[in-house]
């Protein structure tokens, strides 16, 4: 298999219609194992457009080149109100790149 999968998980705030689903909100990613390109994304907001627009988001993105940009891309485009939480989420998922990314040489 080329690619693998990870998980990273934030705090939602008060209010948000996913937190009577979830506490937390989660980032999950199958990534390319060689290049790190994020080849798919799901996480746990609770409308399917949300869902569906952080996967286009992330969608095609190389974590080989670092969180930040990706942040920068999140505070961008992305106006909800689980931003703080999909951030942290996805430095959450960074932190576990990091780890399988010093592995797998």
Known sequence: MNTYFIAGHAKLPQGMAARSLYDSVTIT????????VIIDASCTLATEHGREYIRQLLRGYSLDE???????RIQKYYRGKASQAIQAAIKDVYNQFELVSTSKI
Do not use: S
């Open 29 to 36: 990613l199958e990534l390319d194992f060689k290049y790190g």
């Open 66 to 72: 670092g969180v930040d940009q990706l942040i920068e």
